[in-house]
Every structure is written in structure tokens, then in C-alpha cells.
């Protein structure tokens, strides 16, 4: 049992940057393959970025690749998402994800078990 607490999204203005944090609670988060997924109002959640469980492998989405980084912090069992060059089609509700061990399917919500809260990001135009 993992469980995924989000912080850092806000309001910001178009061009802008924000970053948001996952923190997880429990063992062996080096174990766990990490994504970021997000939902715009009307959308399905999409797949947005993300790491392996030892930080060597990133993917991401085209829609945000060269203004998105996914990183991590195992000694603080925290995921990062830092995003720049904000347009106001990144608005969504934004969630982190875990899974133990290797999946292929990393770009589908069903290849997570653990989900986030989620949090919101608006950028404005």
C-alpha cells in the first residue's frame, strides 16, 4: 500500500512555470516506476511523463516534451514535475502515479496501482 500526496499546482500565467510534487509514503519507493497523467475538463486523462524507478529511463508525451522534466528524489520518496513554457491547453487536473516493478505500458493509466488526489493547474491566457 502506497499513498500518493500532491502539492504545487496553482493559478499561473501563460509562459509561465510551476512545479509540482508527489510525495509517497511507504517502502522501497526505488522499486516503483512513476508517472504523471493528466485530465482537462471534457478530455480523457492523458499520459504526460514518466521515470523508472532508478531515474534512468523518462519518457513524455510530444505535447510537452522540451517544456516538461520528471525527476525524483528516493531519499525523500518524492516525484517531481517541473513545467515551463505553460500554454493554457496544460490546464487539467494533474496526477501522479506508481507502480511496482517493470511495465511496459507506462503510457496507460491501467500499467499504475497507486493514484494521487490530484491537482489543479490552471494557466491563463
Known amino acids: 500500500q502506497v499513498q500518493l500526496v500532491e502539492s504545487g499546482g496553482g493559478l499561473v500565467q501563460a509562459g509561465g512555470s510551476l512545479r509540482l510534487s508527489c510525495a509517497a509514503s511507504g517502502r522501497s519507493f526505488s522499486s516503483y516506476a512513476m508517472g504523471w497523467f493528466r485530465q482537462a475538463p471534457g478530455k480523457e486523462r492523458e499520459f504526460v511523463a514518466r521515470?523508472?524507478?532508478?531515474?534512468?529511463?523518462?519518457n513524455y508525451a510530444d505535447s510537452v516534451k522540451g517544456r516538461f522534466t520528471i525527476s525524483r528524489d528516493n531519499d525523500k520518496n518524492t516525484v517531481y514535475l517541473q513545467m515551463s513554457s505553460l500554454k493554457p491547453e496544460d490546464t487539467a487536473v494533474y496526477y501522479c502515479?506508481?507502480?511496482?516493478?517493470?511495465?511496459?505500458?507506462?503510457?496507460?493509466?491501467?500499467?499504475?496501482?497507486?493514484w494521487g488526489q490530484g491537482t489543479q493547474v490552471t494557466v491563463s491566457s
Open positions: 521515470i523508472n524507478g532508478g531515474g534512468g529511463l523518462t
Open positions: 502515479a506508481a507502480r511496482g516493478g517493470y511495465i511496459s505500458n507506462w503510457y496507460e493509466r491501467d500499467g499504475y496501482d497507486y
